[in-house]
């Protein structure tokens, strides 16, 4: 017999009954109808996005395991989403999504060593401290490596993860430091080498945190006098993926107890994943120590993507929101978003927005408008030569007099200001800063950041001279 979309889901609804309860089975799967099938595609159409949402939170797995009894490995479920009518059609609007097959995910239960619980191992997760350690991985599992499109700008850095998800702390990326500007999609990686591991290695302890929080978590640690505790909390993990750990810069005890964390884990097979704006060369302020290990294993750059990786991103968006927009429409925003990957999804989504929320047709004199505002609001990347071209028409000097030898106080002044701007508002390490105002050398530029800090607090018309140039470097 010749298998229907009714009889294939029919099917599917009576294991599914079989296995949840009566109320959850007449809220969530009654009002399911069957639209069509397709191969080993089944389309199902449900009543909003919301009840899409849902079955895709709480019933994904179920609904796999019964599709799969149906029509094997390779089956594939589709919602539609009947909505409401739009742009004054009669008929109703029907939104398409493939399903992501995937649950959150689980805490993960680990068993600490009884010598270390003295009383108990402290879990910085949760207050207070308990014996029974469950560690949330953190992960989201949105960000995996389906959703994260390979070109030529991240093609090493993706291989790279694929290997080290596939064999964690068994290659010679480790540590694996993903590192590029904003936006390119070092978190979403990291994330997804985590997501990875879990899914190919479910008794692995995997943890992601931002370094920030690895940070405050380690200022509690002391406070609380339990600075042992929160070593052999990390110690636990297998896979320890740590985000902007250009945060580190600076805090020398933060530094001190993760030298600690990563030997320990890197001699014990353990993989460590991070993540930065900068290559480590160009880090300041960061333990020599802690630097010659962050080159140990691969450091792998994220650059801007190309116009093909930008299409393919566009239209990966436009697929899984369900939406068909033309070509042309398309290849316009690509090609003029091109500075990162979060831009070009702001920009996509905001077109969606407009559409939806106006009841526009998207059509490309809406995708000029919509670019040209999102364009005009993305923050200007901010230049050393603009800076001094800033400070220099504030203090009415030349911008050749600023660079001069000249120790009138004024002028070094106005100088110290623009070496002070270019630390805080571009990623240039201290020597290029130096080099590129007045060919001074970096310690003259940590000198001259130092003195400005101490005069913002003890001079009034010397912090009106900061504020005011801030303002005009980032209007």
């Not at 999504?97 to 910085?124: C, F, G, T």
């Not at 993305?378 to 660079?403: A, G, H, N, P, W």
């Amino acid at each position: 017999m010749n298998k229907t979309a009714q009889s294939v889901w029919d099917n599917c609804l009576s294991f599914i009954k079989d296995n949840i309860q009566d109320q959850a089975y007449k809220t969530w799967f009654e009002p399911i109808k069957s639209v069509e099938l397709t191969d080993n595609a089944l389309y199902i159409q449900v009543p909003s996005k919301f009840f899409y949402e849902w079955l895709e939170e709480h019933y994904v797995k179920l609904l796999k395991v019964a599709l799969t009894k149906e029509l094997g490995k390779n089956a594939k479920l589709l919602y539609k989403i009947k909505m409401e009518n739009t742009y004054g059609n009669k008929q109703p609007f029907t939104e398409q999504l493939p399903s992501a097959n995937r649950s959150p995910m689980k805490p993960q239960n680990v068993d600490a060593p009884l010598k270390n619980l003295d009383p108990e191992l402290k879990n910085p997760f949760v207050i207070p401290g308990i014996r029974n350690l469950k560690i949330e991985s953190q992960l989201n599992a949105n960000y995996s490596f389906d959703n994260f499109l390979e070109g030529d700008s991240n093609r090493l850095a993706r291989s790279a993860g694929m290997a080290v998800a596939n064999k964690p702390g068994g290659t010679s990326f480790n540590p694996l430091l993903i590192f590029g500007g904003v936006g390119l999609g070092k978190t979403h990686l990291a994330h997804a080498i985590g997501v990875e591991i879990k899914d190919k290695y479910p008794e692995k302890t995997v943890l992601y945190i931002s370094a920030e929080i690895f940070t405050q978590q380690y200022i509690d640690s002391v406070k609380k006098n339990n600075r042992n505790d929160f070593i052999h909390f990390y110690q636990l993990i297998d896979v320890l993926i740590i985000d902007d750990v250009q945060f580190l810069s600076g805090k020398s005890g933060t530094q001190d107890v993760f030298f600690h964390i990563f030997n320990y884990l890197h001699q014990n097979g353990k993989q460590v994943i991070l993540t930065s704006d900068k290559a480590p060369v160009d880090m300041q302020d960061i333990e020599q120590r802690l630097l010659s290990r962050f080159k140990w294993g691969l450091s792998a750059e994220l650059h801007q993507p190309d116009y093909e990786t930008r299409i393919s991103i566009l239209k990966n968006i436009l697929y899984r929101d369900g939406v068909e927009i033309p070509d042309e429409i398309i290849e316009y925003v690509a090609r003029n978003i091109k500075s990162n990957v979060r831009e070009l999804e702001g920009a996509i989504i905001s077109l969606i927005a407009q559409s939806s929320f106006n009841k526009k047709e998207v059509t490309i004199e809406l995708a000029k408008s919509v670019v040209e505002k999102f364009v005009k609001n993305v923050k200007r990347e901010i230049s050393i030569d603009y800076i001094q071209k800033i400070v220099s028409d504030y203090f009415q000097l030349d911008i050749e007099t600023l660079q001069s030898k000249t120790r009138k106080r004024h002028v070094v002044q106005a100088r110290q200001l623009a070496m002070f701007f270019a630390k805080k508002f571009t990623k240039s390490s201290l020597a290029n800063i130096g080099s590129q105002i007045g060919d001074r050398d970096h310690a003259t530029v940590l000198h001259a950041c130092k003195t400005v800090d101490n005069l913002v607090a003890t001079d009034k018309q010397f912090k009106k001279f900061v504020e005011d140039i801030h303002k005009k470097l980032t209007l």
